[in-house]
């Protein structure tokens, strides 16, 4: 049996935060180090105030750039009245990923209890752009990326993963 090649995605990260700056965005930089890590390219970075319209005119300049196969977000997903991802993304979707939610905040449940359900992470797809958005804690990236999305963005992970139909694609063309 051959061994699949990987297929290394175009990725970007964007930091959703009114508090974070370039030196000091440790959620954006674990995500980049991550993506890297596993062969991926980090094509994008930004950090943007937690504030509906820049966070998408940010994520539909980078779903509508065909270098971003990928992107994953880091903040504005909680409940406080600061908290504005999902308001400003979900519109933006062709289509929700609900299991991914629904994965995290089980798999957060071991690690944070009931504190888990003002967790709003969630994911879908645009434009073939895939969007992954996960609070903003280091602990909460950390669990996201090491217990779904290294696997998910892993073209030889089994039975089925999102990097696959990137591949199909580039076969396509």
């Known amino acids: 049996m051959s061994e699949a090649i990987p297929v290394p995605l175009g990725c970007g990260v964007l930091t959703i935060s009114d508090t974070r700056s370039a030196g000091d965005d440790t959620s954006g930089n674990l995500l980049a180090h991550s993506l890297a890590q596993a062969g991926h390219q980090c094509v994008r970075r930004d950090i943007v105030r937690d504030d509906i319209y820049q966070i998408r005119r940010i994520i539909s300049d980078w779903?509508?750039?065909?270098?971003v196969q990928v992107i994953l977000t880091t903040g504005g997903t909680g409940f406080s009245h600061r908290d504005h991802t999902p308001q400003a993304i979900l519109p933006?979707?062709?289509?929700?990923i609900p299991g991914f939610g629904e994965?995290?905040?089980?798999?957060?449940y071991t690690e944070i209890g009931s504190s888990t359900i003002q967790s709003?992470?969630?994911?879908?797809s645009a434009n073939q752009t895939l969007i992954f958005c996960l609070p903003g804690s280091n602990n909460a990236c950390d669990t996201a990326w090491t217990k779904i999305?290294?696997?998910?963005?892993?073209s030889g992970h089994g039975p089925c993963n999102f990097a696959s139909q990137f591949k199909n694609r580039e076969e396509e063309a």
């Open 63 to 67: 779903i509508a750039d065909p270098e």
């Open 92 to 96: 933006l979707l062709d289509r929700e």
């Open 103 to 108: 994965l995290f905040r089980q798999i957060s």
């Open 120 to 124: 709003r992470a969630f994911a879908g």
């Open 149 to 154: 999305l290294r696997e998910q963005l892993d």
